[in-house]
């Protein structure tokens, strides 16, 4: 069975800071992981995934994730906040074997404070 | 390029009725699934379509059921609401059949409330 764990249901940040979300995982086989970002009342949007060879993801909007299979974590970092990173960050893990049932966790919002 | 599009975008419902929500995948999609976001919660996996047949189901009762059209547009219909089924529904596409490295692009959701 997989599982993700996000720490923290709400982080803040103050603009410039830098953000830091945690992320650990569970999984019987090697995961494919992901995050996401969803802005209120809209769908998510994937802001970067790791699947096999470089550990150091980048994304998009200036955000990147290493994965760290000894901890079992994928966090997310962005050197300096913007006022325009506040929503809720999904990570998530799906199975590399087939199909795209993706289990997400229970998300952290960021609040990014002027 | 339209992206994955839903209908409605809101719902109004009362415990023991039925719903059918719509997706239309992004173009040159042929797979979609489906996933239930609780308030609050992180989206839960309800199923997956694809060439018009249900290929993984989550841990959802059978009052969840659904279709792939030809078309690969999809409906999600539930059966005998609960107030428990209020959440946003939301629907992803994604370009390949079972390419496991393949990204779901989602759409903007249905909220449905059940009174």
């Known amino acids: 069975a997989q599982s993700v764990t996000q720490l923290g249901s709400h982080v803040s940040v103050s603009e410039g800071a830098l953000v830091l979300l945690r992320c650990n995982y569970s999984s019987s086989v090697p995961p494919y992981l992901f995050w996401y970002v969803q802005y209120p009342n809209q769908g998510l949007q994937l802001l970067l995934k790791?699947?096999?060879?470089?550990?150091l993801v980048k994304g998009i909007n200036g955000f990147e994730a290493e994965f760290k299979k000894s901890e079992t974590s994928f966090h997310l970092t962005k050197p300096s906040a913007h006022m325009s990173d506040a929503a809720e960050y999904f990570c998530a893990v799906r199975r590399n074997t087939g199909g795209f049932k993706t289990i997400f966790g229970a998300g952290t919002r960021l609040f990014v404070k002027a | 390029d339209a992206g994955v599009t839903q209908s409605p975008t809101h719902l109004i419902k009362t415990r023991g009725q039925q719903v059918t929500l719509r997706c239309s995948p992004k173009?040159?999609?042929?797979?979609v699934s489906w996933y239930q976001q609780a308030l609050g919660q992180g989206p839960q996996f309800i199923f997956q379509y694809y060439e018009e047949e249900e290929r993984q189901r989550g841990n959802f009762p059978d009052r969840f059921s659904g279709h792939q059209f030809p078309n690969y547009s999809s409906e999600l219909n539930v059966n005998a609401l609960l107030l428990g089924d209020s959440a946003l529904y939301l629907c992803?596409?994604?370009?390949?059949?079972?390419?496991?490295?393949?990204?779901?692009?989602f759409g903007p959701g249905t909220r449905l409330l059940v009174l």
């Open positions: 173009s040159g999609h042929d797979t």
């Open positions: 790791y699947t096999t060879g470089a550990t």
């Open positions: 992803a596409s994604s370009p390949v059949g079972t390419g496991v490295e393949e990204t779901q692009y």
